[in-house]
């Protein structure tokens, strides 16, 4: 079992940028694919990023490539998300999520542990 807790979420303007951290139970961190969903109000659920367990490949979402930037610290079982230049329409909440099982991919919302969500509002 892996228990995900996502914080740094806030209220930043447009333009601005903000670092979302999230930081995992267990001791086999490094053995799991991370990733980034976030739901908009009244939008559905959408794939941010993710990233694989050494960290040497990392997707995106095209709403947010060379915007947002996806890492990890295996060391301290912590994934990031450094998002800048940000948008009205990043609002939303960012969630966390861990993937074990192989055959789960986050782009089409599957991964075995979900955070509870960190909220990002974006004003102008």
């Known amino acids: 079992q892996v228990q995900l807790v996502e914080s740094g979420g806030g209220l930043v303007q447009a333009g601005g940028s903000l670092s979302l951290s999230c930081a995992a139970s267990?001791?086999?961190?490094?053995?799991?694919?991370m990733g980034w969903f976030r739901q908009a109000p009244g939008k559905e659920p959408e794939f941010v990023a993710g990233i694989e367990r050494s960290g040497s490949t990392t997707y995106y979402a095209d709403s947010v490539k060379d915007r947002f930037t996806i890492s990890r610290d295996n060391a301290k079982n912590t994934v990031y998300l450094q998002m800048n230049s940000l948008k009205l329409e990043d609002t939303g909440v960012y969630y966390c999520?861990?993937?074990?099982?192989?055959?789960?991919?986050?782009?089409?919302?599957?991964?075995?542990?979900w955070g509870q969500g960190t909220q990002v509002t974006v004003s102008s």
């Open positions: 999520a861990a993937l074990q099982t192989y055959y789960y991919d986050l782009r089409r919302g599957q991964a075995d542990y």
């Open positions: 267990g001791r086999t961190f490094s053995s799991y694919r």
